[in-house]
């Protein structure tokens, strides 16, 4: 394969829909064997994976729950058996249950902060000892702009794990820096996917596409175009960097009146 990626493998957790799914097809589409993982939706995931492979790329879908280290352990073993090597991670599998921060399930906090948090942990910790022995790898994190101070109600837990991963990637960056080791995230404002359309209904896409400089809601292809620039050579001179690709909500939220 040919592309900005030619040669080089690639983790996608939570890639069997959504934006996973179009960074998984975007890293392939430009060359990258790609790792598809997920937590139940095994067909939506085999659909990925034989997407990539009928336009002549490398896939391989890989079941496991990313807040079990076990898991995710065995899950990298498995992806660095088939492709030999893990040259990027993209860390975007996430949950979002609505809820305030002093009335929200217990069960579900702490779902949020094990996927959320802990699952970026893991795999970090499962996939980085082999780029720190080539000295070469990139590690891409989706947080959100629910972490940059949004209002929408019933999304602080939410917006807490984000924050948190925004912090994890600095901290991250910080310590791998030095074995040659880019760390980026991206913050995603409201993008067409399943996850957003559980928390808004048509209406309500309009009118955060309204809040927007752009004018509309963002595609899962908008934050998988920001994820391989991230992943590429192109920005190997950047890191710690938190990217927000969100048509310019955030920005017109701290304009308006
Ligand atoms: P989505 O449509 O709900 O897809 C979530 C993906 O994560 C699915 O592939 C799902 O797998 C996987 N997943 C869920 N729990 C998992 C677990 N425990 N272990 C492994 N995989 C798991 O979500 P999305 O909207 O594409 O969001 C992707 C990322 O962007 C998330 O980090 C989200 O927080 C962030 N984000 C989204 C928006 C937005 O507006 N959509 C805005 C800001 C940030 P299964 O299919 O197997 O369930």
Request: charged residues 20%.
């Amino acid at each position: 394969m040919t592309g900005r990626l030619a040669g080089k493998s690639a983790l996608v957790t939570g890639a069997s829909r959504g934006i996973g799914r179009a960074t998984a097809l975007l890293l392939a589409r430009e060359g990258a064997a790609v790792a598809v993982n997920y937590a139940e939706r095994g067909d939506a995931a085999e659909e990925v994976i034989a997407t990539i492979r009928q336009a002549g790329g490398q896939a391989l879908a890989l079941r496991a729950d990313v807040a079990s280290q076990p898991e995710v352990a065995a899950m990298v073993t498995q992806a660095l058996d088939a492709f030999g090597r893990l040259d990027v991670l993209v860390n975007n599998a996430a949950v979002s249950h609505p809820g305030n921060l002093l009335t929200l399930d217990e069960a579900r906090l702490d779902e949020m902060i094990g996927v959320n948090l802990k699952g970026v942990v893991h795999c970090c910790r499962a996939a980085t000892p082999g780029m720190i022995e080539r000295r070469s790898g990139k590690i891409v994190n989706i947080a959100s702009i629910a972490a940059l101070g949004t209002a929408l109600p019933d999304t602080t837990p939410y917006a807490m794990t984000k924050a948190a991963v925004i912090t994890l990637t600095k901290r991250l960056a910080l310590e791998l820096g030095p074995h040659g080791i880019n760390v980026n995230a991206i913050c995603p404002g409201f993008i067409r996917t399943e996850m957003a359309a559980a928390s808004v209904d048509e209406r309500g896409f309009e009118a955060i596409a309204g809040k927007a400089m752009l004018g509309r809601i963002g595609r899962p292809e908008d934050i998988a175009a920001a994820a391989l620039f991230l992943a590429s050579d192109e920005a190997a001179f950047i890191t710690a960097q938190i990217l927000t690709v969100d048509g310019g909500r955030t920005d017109f939220l701290s304009h308006s009146g």
